[in-house]
């Protein structure tokens, strides 16, 4: 394994310095960072173009200025190196300083948008397999390519238009229609026609159901002003929990192991106590003290799950931690909404609080809770517009795996057996049907950190992909380098990691030296 990984980290960087030669070259050719000046009616126009040229070492050849180049580069691969050279940019700004913040932008525009997209297309993907030809399937179906056929920019502009601009316009006065509520409450009957299984009379059953459910909803919402004032409440926040119980240890144990359960529940019940006792420590909050008491819930359920025991205590600390890590969230997110009506009215936000560009409110004064409310603001449609287009790839990959792995002859071994239908979906199919995605995980990971360079600009996000783009208008190459030299390390890193994963996964699979 050693020799391997070594093996491939050689290969990568002899790779990766043909490939920034290259790109060296081509940047070099592209144009004349001068032009703009050479244009320019300015006095000191020929001290500014000496400067820019003793700047970025123009009256060196191009092949000489790019080994200067891979010497300072090479510095800032060097472990505890005192210093980090990737040059200036035209404007003499360093690009490890530019590199610095448009990395942070990037990353925070394209981490959830990556995890949900992933999270729940496979979910869907795992689902309609299990659910193949049926209107489910087809629905999905439909809607994946629906979005992956719409160009990003379009979807961007939409949310733009009814996700922020038409909706805060609904904050100043949020009453909603009853046409809107037939509407909406005519949506979710579909919906729950379609994931609905059995006779026709069940599923029409289903879909009166869900069609008063949102109904009820959405009145309840518009009768206590809900929009203006939002939050869960403890109430709300048990009924959840309850519900967070039994589908965790559904999918995890079973219904069946009445341990599990009740470890789940028991999770609640101490969640629904802390919701009390910690809301004046909230207050307070930082993000460290956030990440402290994530962790000290987890644990919390898991040491519930290891003394309740039952013939699978694995199984029980898995369901009632993983219990305990949901229920603190809900908690997080009922005290985001408290902070709501403060966020709102403030007078930078002006009762619009759902942002169309940028990442951050300029000179926004507040604690943790408006500050965070500030950034997910922000980052809301551009998260929504990058998720929808990336579902259809990893739920239809996630789908023709699953199908082939249902299909298998261990699969039908192990409910020959007796095995629950829970048990070989999720012990023995799910795991496998995991090995195919591997790879397009990893790449989208790698390649996502370049940056989203059309949400990026539709959304006046700094980062990534739009440095670069800005620095091949100007022909600005330190910038350009410094950002195919991100790129490139970690789309061979993913790579190898990629490699490794399908180790981890498929114990027929051993890489070898």
């Not at 489910?136 to 922020?164: N, Q, R």
């Not at 009957?189 to 289903?206: D, E, M, S």
């Not at 013939?311 to 809900?330: E, H, K, V």
């Not at 951050?360 to 997910?376: C, V």
């Amino acid at each position: 394994m050693v020799t391997y990984i070594v093996r491939r980290l050689v290969a990568a960087v002899l790779i990766l310095l043909g490939a920034s030669f290259i790109v060296y070259m081509l940047t070099a050719v592209s144009g004349d960072p001068l032009a703009d000046l050479r244009e320019s009616n300015v006095p000191n126009r020929d001290t500014l173009i000496q400067l820019r040229t003793d700047l970025l070492s123009l009256d060196v050849p191009a092949p000489i200025r790019y080994f200067e180049w891979l010497g300072g580069a090479a510095s800032c691969l060097i472990p505890f190196a005192a210093s980090c050279d990737l040059g200036s940019s035209i404007a003499g700004i360093e690009v490890t300083q530019l590199l610095g913040r448009a990395m942070g932008q990037t990353i925070l525009l394209v981490t959830a948008a990556t995890v949900l997209a992933i999270l729940i297309g496979i979910s869907l993907g795992i689902i309609t397999a299990l659910r193949q030809y049926s209107g489910l399937d087809y629905g999905v179906t439909f809607m994946a390519f629906l979005f992956f056929s719409l160009p990003i920019f379009w979807v961007a502009v939409l949310l733009k238009e009814y996700g922020a601009i038409s909706f805060n316009t609904f904050l100043a006065d949020p009453n909603i229609s009853l046409t809107a509520i037939l509407i909406t409450s005519l949506l979710s009957a579909f919906v729950w026609y379609l994931v609905a299984r059995g006779t026709l009379k069940k599923r029409l059953i289903a879909a009166a159901a869900g069609f008063a459910f949102a109904a009820a909803i959405l009145f309840f919402l518009d009768l206590t002003g809900w929009f203006l004032e939002p939050g869960f409440g403890p109430v709300m926040i048990a009924i959840a929990g309850v519900g967070i119980a039994y589908g965790v240890t559904l999918l995890t144990a079973g219904l069946k192991n009445r341990k599990a359960l009740y470890s789940a529940l028991i999770t609640v019940g101490i969640g629904l106590i802390a919701y009390f006792a910690v809301q004046p420590l909230l207050d307070l909050a930082t993000p460290l003290m956030i990440v402290l008491l994530a962790v000290a819930t987890v644990l919390v359920g898991v040491a519930v799950g290891y003394f309740m025991g039952g013939y699978d205590r694995r199984q029980s600390m898995n369901a009632a931690g993983l219990t305990a890590f949901l229920m603190g969230f809900t908690i997080l997110l009922d005290r985001f909404m408290q902070s709501w009506p403060l966020y709102s009215d403030n007078n930078r936000i002006r009762g619009r609080p759902i942002a169309t560009l940028g990442s951050s409110t300029p000179n926004l004064d507040g604690d943790f809770w408006i500050m965070g409310i500030d950034t997910f603001t922000h980052l809301l449609l551009p998260t929504i517009a990058l998720m929808l287009v990336s579902l259809a790839g990893y739920s239809r990959y996630s789908r023709a795996s699953m199908l082939e792995i249902m299909n298998q002859d261990y699969i039908r071994t192990a409910r020959a057996k007796g095995l629950g239908e829970r048990t070989v979906v999720m012990r023995h199919a799910f795991r496998n049907a995991l090995i195919p995605l591997a790879t397009l995980v990893a790449f989208d990971i790698g390649g996502l950190i370049g940056g989203a360079i059309i949400t990026e600009q539709v959304f006046a996000f700094s980062g990534m992909g739009q440095l670069f783009i800005g620095a091949l208008g100007r022909v600005d190459p330190n910038p350009i380098m410094g950002v195919f030299l991100i790129t490139g390390i970690l789309a061979l890193v993913f790579n190898l990691v990629a490699d490794l994963a399908y180790s981890v996964l498929d114990p027929r699979v051993r890489v070898k030296a």
